[in-house]
Nanobody, 126 residues
């Protein structure tokens, strides 16, 4: 059974940093695209960042570009999201996702991902 487990969320002041981790188990995702999404109260889940299986291609939402960095360690079956210069509008539950298809592209749509974690809360205070 596949599990994606996020960690690293918490409460941080505006301007601060957090590093989210997503550890996968049950199968390897070293040949699969992975991504991060977030959902704020009353809003739809939105794309944050995505990375190809090799790590050679990444894509970011305009709202986080230049502040967030996605990376992965295929040996550890883990993807990371380094978040800096956090803003109150970054407050949300952050989810990692894995594409079941084997390809070396980035994936930005929620419907393309089959596997999801349970989410980790990030709260940014002003």
């Amino acid at each position: 059974q596949v599990h994606l487990v996020e960690s690293g969320g918490g409460l941080v002041q505006a301007g601060g940093s957090l590093r989210l981790s997503c550890a996968a188990s049950g199968r390897t995702f070293s040949n699969n695209p992975m991504g991060w999404f977030r959902q704020a109260p009353g809003k739809e889940r939105e794309f944050v960042a995505a990375i190809s299986w090799s790590g050679g291609s990444t894509r970011y939402a305009d709202s986080v570009k230049g502040r967030f960095t996605i990376s992965r360690d295929n040996a550890k079956n883990t993807v990371y999201l380094q978040m800096a210069s956090l803003k109150p509008e970054d407050t949300a539950v952050y989810y990692c996702a894995a594409d079941r298809r084997i390809h070396n592209s980035v994936v930005v749509t929620t419907t393309a991902y089959e596997y999801w974690g349970q989410g980790t809360q990030v709260t940014v205070s002003s």
